[in-house]
Structure formats: C-alpha cells, structure tokens
C-alpha cells in the first residue's frame, strides 16, 4: 500500500518535481479525521472535519485517530476507547473553548487514551498561543506530560493555550462557533447538552 501510494504520487507529479522530490511515505502523511457534535437526542449540527498534524507529535496524533476510529483494547465494563457518547462538557463562551472527549464518566473528570495503560506522554510540554479551529490535546492535572482523551476545539485565537495543538479543523468551524454562541456561558457550564455522535478517520 505504501509503494503503491508513494509511486502514485511520483507519477501525477510535474516532471520539475520529480527531480527534487521524492515520493511521501503514506505512514507519513497527515491523517484527516470527522467528529459529529449534536445536541443529546437529535441530529447532528454538522459534520466536522479536521487534518491532524504528525509533525506535532506522533503519538499523541496517532491516539487521536484510533479514539475517533474506535481502535484499542478494552477496559473495565467492557468500555472501547472512542470519542462517540462523549459530551461536550465545557463551551467557554469567553474564550471561545469547546471542551470534549471523556468517554468513559461524561463529565471531564475520566478520560482514557487508546493505549492499554490508558495515558500516552509527550515530553514536549511548550506552551503557548494558538489560533481558531485548533485541536488540542489537554494534559493530565497531575502531570504536564501526561495525555489520555480529553481535548478542546478552539473557535478563537487564544494568547495561551496548556496543552498540544496537534490539528486543525477544515470544515465545520462555523458550526461550532454556533454552538458556542448558543450553549455556552462565561462559567463553561453548558446550556444545553450536546455530544459527539458520530465520529472517524477520512
């Protein structure tokens, strides 16, 4: 598969190309990923897409694509890491921050990666700004490197973000910066339930 991607892509590419390039690797390339948010029994509010950055770090980003994709052993309850039937339990209407992905108490208290210890590391903790329609990984309160499910969509730029950006959302931006203007308050306490309810890789 990857000789056949990496071959495909030397072929369509112009001749000037071909002598400085050389074909990407498809374990290389950016995975993209869709999430559905709607509000708790009723449709969704629009099919959200996003392109994940591995260059940011690899693991954390190979974590998220499994969690959207349902991928990962099982855990007490019979409980399967994924993203589908978690709520948005935080919309920070001041900072424009969608917070999601606890799967496992809905409340974001629990949360757990798609490894089977349940947390991934990432030792690279730098901080810093970020801009609207970034994909952030938040830490464990515990410990800075520590990651396991919990993730925020900012619909802002933030002069500081704790945490990893390690995507970009392509398509729905919009949508959540609706969401954010109707449910959510200065508190991040929700006015309406909402929750991912479908979600995947591209």
Known sequence: MTSLLGLICEATAPVSDMRTRTPIPYCAMDPWVFIEVGFAGGAAVE???????????????????????????SFEMGIRPNFNGSPLFAIDSKRGIISTG?????????????????????????????????????????????????????????????????????KGLDSLKYIVWRC?????????????????QL
Do not use: H, W
Not at 47 to 73: H, Q, T, W, Y
Not at 184 to 200: M, R
């Open 47 to 73: 099919r959200i897409e996003a392109r994940m950055d591995r260059k940011a770090s690899s693991k954390l980003v190979e974590n998220f694509v499994a969690l959207c994709k349902g991928d990962g052993p």
């Open 184 to 200: 959510g308050t200065a508190s991040g306490v929700p006015k309406e339930a909402l929750e991912i309810q479908a979600c995947g």
């Open 102 to 170: 606890d799967y496992v108490l809905k409340n974001g208290c629990g949360g757990r990666s798609a490894t089977l210890s349940g947390t991934v590391y990432e030792t690279d903790i730098r901080t810093g700004p970020a801009s609207a329609g970034s994909i952030v990984m938040l830490p464990l309160d515990t410990d800075p490197t520590a990651y396991n499910s919990i993730f925020c969509i900012l619909t802002k730029d933030v002069p500081y973000i704790e945490g990893k950006v390690i995507g970009k959302v392509t």
